[in-house]
Nanobody, 114 residues
Framework: QVQLVESGGGLVQPGGSLRLSCAASGSIARVYVMGWYRQAPGKQRELVARITSGGIKNYADSVRGRFTISRDNAKNTVYLQMDSLKPEDTAVYYC????????WGQGTQVTASS
C-alpha cells in the first residue's frame, strides 16, 4: 500500500503564499489522477485540485486562479502552489488519488490569518 506524506503547511498572512508537497512511498507514474483535498473545521473534506498523468488540471471554483497543482512522477511527488491565500483557505490539506484509493496521510495544516 502506498503511503502519502504531506508537508509545507504553516501560518501565513492573507495574501501570502505556500507550496505544499506530497511524497508517495511508491510510484505514482501509473496513477491517472492525483488530487489535493482539504478539510476545514466542522466541514467535509473537499477536492480542490486534480491533475491527470498527462498534465490536465482542474480546480474547484473557490481556488481557481490562485492555486496551481503539479506532479513530478520521477520523484513520486505532487505539489500545490497556493497564492493569494484567504482566511477561508484555512484547513488541513491532504493528497490522494481521484477517486480516493490510498489511505489518508496525516495532512498538513494551512492557516491564513492576520
Amino acid at each position: 500500500q502506498v503511503q502519502l506524506v504531506e508537508s509545507g503547511g504553516g501560518l501565513v498572512q492573507p495574501g501570502g503564499s505556500l507550496r505544499l508537497s506530497c511524497a508517495a512511498s511508491g510510484s505514482i507514474a501509473r496513477v491517472y489522477v492525483m488530487g489535493w483535498y482539504r478539510q476545514a473545521p466542522g466541514k467535509q473534506r473537499e477536492l480542490v485540485a486534480r491533475i491527470t498523468s498527462g498534465g490536465i488540471k482542474n480546480y474547484a471554483d473557490s481556488v481557481r486562479g490562485r492555486f496551481t497543482i503539479s506532479r513530478d512522477n520521477a520523484k513520486n511527488t505532487v505539489y500545490l502552489q497556493m497564492d493569494s491565500l484567504k482566511p477561508e483557505d484555512t484547513a488541513v490539506y491532504y493528497c490522494n488519488t481521484v477517486p480516493v484509493n490510498y489511505a489518508w496521510g496525516q495532512g498538513t495544516q494551512v492557516t491564513a490569518s492576520s
